[in-house]
């Protein structure tokens, strides 16, 4: 039986056994958010992306042959430059602590800091829909959690 609003064929993502593993794909992905009524489009480079709050998450397939998946969410706080030893510091305690996703700093072009957090997870073997559908969903709400820390963090304005 189909889920709502997805065609049950032949080109379908989620047709078949429910238990039977699947090469990770993009349509699987986007069929997966897409039945939990999350909205995803692809960028310019092919890849899914989504918006929760104001925080951009993308599903990236990686590895030779799309095997790997990972959930990376940019964080919408930026901090300035001068603030990144105590990015790291909010990171490494952050990794210390929690299993996902991993926090890491990054400096954008204009100079401005935000942290990352990401997700990971090798798939070589296939995936079902419902393990698929598990772990986009911990690695968009632990996302989530990153981005509510982040944005209790106190922000220094630049010299």
């Not at 349509?27 to 897409?34: D, M, N, S």
Request: proline share 6%.
């Amino acid at each position: 039986m189909a889920s709502p609003g997805i065609e049950d064929g032949p080109d379908d993502p989620l047709a078949g056994h429910p238990r039977q593993l699947r090469p990770l794909t993009r349509e699987l992905i986007a069929a997966v958010l897409g039945n939990r009524g999350y909205a995803v489009t692809a960028d310019a480079d092919g890849d899914l992306v989504g918006r929760w709050g104001e925080n951009l998450v993308w599903f990236l397939r990686l590895g030779e042959a799309g095997e790997l998946l990972q959930i990376r969410t940019l964080i919408a706080s930026t901090f300035p430059i001068e603030q990144v030893s105590d990015l790291h510091a909010f990171c490494n305690s952050w990794n210390h602590d929690r299993l996902w996703p991993k926090a890491f700093v990054h400096v954008d072009d204009d100079g401005r800091a935000r942290v990352c957090g990401e997700v990971i997870t090798d798939l070589e073997r296939g995936v079902t829909p419902h393990q698929l559908d598990r772990l986009l969903d911990c690695g968009i709400s632990t996302g989530c959690q990153l981005a509510t820390a982040v944005g209790q963090l106190p922000r220094e304005s630049a010299p």
